[in-house]
């Protein structure tokens, strides 16, 4: 993204948050709008696709923290305009309108307009990055000079992708394979990312000299740019591709399984290196990080790698004992309640829980809650009347050391 093209933008608008939004709240916004302008929840609606891609081009500047700040100086610069600050002579400010006091900057010897600013020698446009990105030094009446000029300039591997699927408990307990779609910038599958029409490699640039940079001197003043040719690479493809321009880059849908490990807990997230955003020219991608999401279960919780369930029984299999069958994560076990069981009482399965990749699986704990009928036939009334009366002969009091009792 050309610095130019960020200046024409408001990318907190696009995402509707204020400038002042900390990165969680832009993250959020950016996630809800992301979901609702997807090309996949919204076939065939070429609005919702512009949308989508500029609310991913805006996160992926004010969602990058370096991005952002080097977004929100260049705003505030073009907002404020320059107070006079060169010797002798100094400039005047300009207007967010562009318009200069007196007609133009005045240095010395030299005097341009607004043209001489966004034009170099040769035509070509120079982005408001050139200018305030760089630094001007005055050199007096000889020529001027640039710090940086001559740098190396280093082309970046593709940005890092950032997205969210949601598992189910078990799904997420057990492991899975979840096929997703992206749309973004991928490889071109024409020259496969070289940018190369016949597949040559690069060479270096001749208009820079491999560089990466062109000066433009102008009066008392210099100035350092990415070279317009070769894009501040310092390679230059003789024979570009026609389909991607030679950036070797084009936004496509693509499609990719992520295969989720077992025992992944809600919010993680899984790397896969080298499945974000192509690199220009043949340069590694960036890589994709997923976030998982676990809904919940109507059966099952998870504390660490051990599962907990609760199941009901009834007060003659905790007060006689007995076997019971209980679920798992992947069918039933056979579970023995000892005689005389409190209610509530938790019971352990070893080695049921969790099974997690290099590590002891968790445990299954089973939770004992008397389930109490609410209606009973007059022979299991007349049977429970019995039970309590040889209850209350044989001595039994429920409260005997119990504390509220008096």
Known sequence: MADREWAEKDYYADLGVSKSASAVEIKKAYRKLARENHPDSNPG???AEDRFKRIS????????????KEYDEMKEMLGSGFGGGFA???????S???????????????????????TGASGEETSF????SNLFERAGTGGGATRGAGRQARSKRG???ETEITLDFREAVQGANVPIKLTQPSPCTTCHGSGSRDGKPPVKCPYCDGSGYET???????????????????????????????????????????RVPAGITDGQKIRLAGRGEAGMQGKPSGDLYVTVHVA????????????????????GELALGGTIEVPTIDGSVRLRVPAGTADGRTLRVRGRGVKKRNSEPGDLLVTVKVAIPKNLDDQATSALRSYVEAERQSGFDPRANWVGKN
Do not use: W
Request: with cysteine.
């Open 216 to 258: 433009d001197t102008r009066g008392g003043f210099a100035m350092t740019r990415p070279c317009t040719h070769c894009h501040g690479t310092g390679q230059y493809i003789e024979d570009p591709c026609p389909d991607c321009n030679g950036t070797g880059v084009v936004t496509r849908t693509r499609s990719m399984t992520v």
């Open 88 to 94: 002798p002579g100094g400039f005047g400010g300009f």
């Open 57 to 68: 081009e805006a996160y992926s500047v004010v969602g990058d923290a370096d991005k952002r």
């Open 296 to 315: 919940p279960d109507k059966v099952f919780t998870r504390t660490g790698n051990n599962l907990e369930v609760t199941v009901p029984v009834s007060f």
């Open 45 to 47: 609606d070429k609005k």
């Open 129 to 132: 990055g050139d200018i305030f």
């Open 159 to 161: 940005a890092d992708v």
């Open 96 to 118: 967010r309108s562009g318009g200069y006091p007196g007609g133009g900057f005045s240095g010395g010897t030299s005097n341009f307009d607004m043209g001489d600013v966004f």
